[in-house]
């Protein structure tokens, strides 16, 4: 059973960073895809970042360029590194994984942390 645990939330000023990290147990690194996600009150969750098995990144119109997925395979830990925040970046951000056959294609996620809150103030 894959176990999700975020971490590195917090409250900064506008153009500030914060380093999200996801601590993955129970899969096998190589197999599953991985991501983050946002809910900000209010709205749908929204894809933020993922990290293909074959290691391809994409990442969401709105953060490209100030987030950077990435994973850390000793720790079984995945990161996302967030520059220049911006107040529309406050959300709860999720981890989520999901098994995958192909290194260029990713299943619906199916595995999901609990979230780290992330509240950017003006």
């Known amino acids: 059973q894959v176990q999700l645990v975020e971490s590195g939330g917090g409250s900064v000023q506008a153009g500030g960073s914060l380093r999200l990290s996801c601590a993955a147990s129970?899969?096998?690194?190589?197999?599953?895809?991985m991501g983050w996600f946002r809910q900000a009150p209010g709205k749908e969750r929204e894809g933020v970042a993922t990290?293909?098995?074959?290691?391809?990144?994409t990442y969401a119109d709105s953060v490209k360029g100030r987030f950077t997925i990435s994973q850390d395979n000793a720790n079984n830990t995945l990161y996302l590194h967030m520059n220049s925040l911006k107040p529309e970046d406050t959300a709860m951000y999720y981890c989520?994984?999901?098994?995958?056959?192909?290194?260029?294609?990713?299943?619906?996620?199916?595995?999901w942390g609990r979230g780290t809150q992330v509240t950017v103030s003006s």
């Open positions: 129970g899969y096998t690194y190589g197999s599953y895809c």
């Open positions: 989520a994984a999901t098994k995958s056959t192909s290194r260029w294609y990713c299943p619906k996620f199916n595995y």
């Open positions: 990290l293909f098995t074959g290691g391809l990144r």
